[in-house]
């Protein structure tokens, strides 16, 4: 999804002019955007939260000649969808029940499997 379609499922939900609704995202992603420089966290229950890492200096290669470059350190916004988001993408609301009864023995007990581990929310500064 792209910032003008964003713009335009939101004016359509709100039933407000394209112009209003632009105005209403620009400003989440501005206020969202405000709160990084000043190195401020920002929690969205439910959806996720941005936060800032620092990034080490590090000697890089210079792809065409292959010269050694000094990286310097930086600040790189960072995004941890929460579970609930997680969980949704990865249709666990779909998955059927499990049954509330408990089995007094190991016998009749099926094993459930895990959801599949997504390893790209992990990310290592």
């Known amino acids: 999804m792209t910032k003008a379609e964003l713009i335009e499922e939101v004016s ?39 936060r800032t890492r620092q990034r080490q200096p590090r000697v890089g290669r210079n792809p065409k000649t292959g ?9 790189i916004p960072y995004f941890k969808p929460s579970k609930e988001l997680r969980d949704l993408v990865n249709g666990a609301n779909q998955a059927p029940q499990p049954s509330q009864e ?5 016998e009749g007990v099926q094993d459930t499997p895990l959801p599949p581990h997504d390893d790209t929310t992990l990310y290592h500064s």
């Open 12 to 50: 359509k939900v709100v039933e407000m002019t394209r112009k209003d609704s632009e105005t209403i995202v620009e400003t989440i992603f501005d206020s969202i955007v405000n709160s990084l420089h000043k190195g401020e966290k920002i929690e969205i229950r439910g959806f996720g939260s941005f």
């Open 67 to 75: 010269s050694r470059v000094e990286v310097p350190s930086k600040r």
């Open 102 to 106: 408990t089995p007094s023995s190991s």
